[in-house]
């Protein structure tokens, strides 16, 4: 159940959460059927405590979700609970430049953040994930994009 309130911003435990790879829920609504769409993302950055920024390749539905309708929801698993982040976002480039893969930049403006645990509970460990590719081919892609989500 969420919590009451308004806030605003990230806090700043839930910003620095977003400093490292984090495994992120993004729901945003489909630009063909108007139905939400759900996908797992990992390129993900606070910008600062209004700003999140995140990468997903220049085919993903995504992109054309968010041209059609700007409202999305970062949810994300951690720091003992689930957060949703409300949100608006914008494509700041639809082909980052300084990455080798096709990638979009997109930022969110935060409008609200919710906590959206169930009562009486909390999260015992975050989700974890495996790369399944060339494992120094990933860090370095994960350097390039995460450098050029910050400029």
Do not use: C
């Amino acid at each position: 159940m969420a919590k009451k309130g308004n806030v605003t911003e990230l806090t700043d435990d839930l910003t620095a959460f977003l400093e490292g790879e984090k495994l992120v829920m993004l729901s945003t609504i489909d630009h063909e059927t108007g139905m939400p769409n759900v996908s797992a993302i990992s390129w993900v950055k606070a910008l600062n405590t209004k700003n999140i920024r995140f990468s997903v390749t220049t085919n993903s539905r995504t992109v054309e979700n968010v041209k059609e309708n700007h409202g999305v929801v970062l949810s994300i698993i951690g720091l003992e609970t689930v957060y949703s982040i409300q949100g608006k976002a914008s494509i700041l480039e639809e082909a980052m430049s300084g990455v080798s893969l096709k990638l979009a930049k997109i930022n969110v403006e935060v409008e609200q953040v919710l906590e959206s645990m169930f009562w009486g509970a909390k999260i015992t460990a975050e989700p974890q994930y495996e790369k399944t590719y060339n494992k120094e081919k990933a860090k370095a892609l994960d350097e390039e994009v995460y450098q050029a989500l910050m400029n």
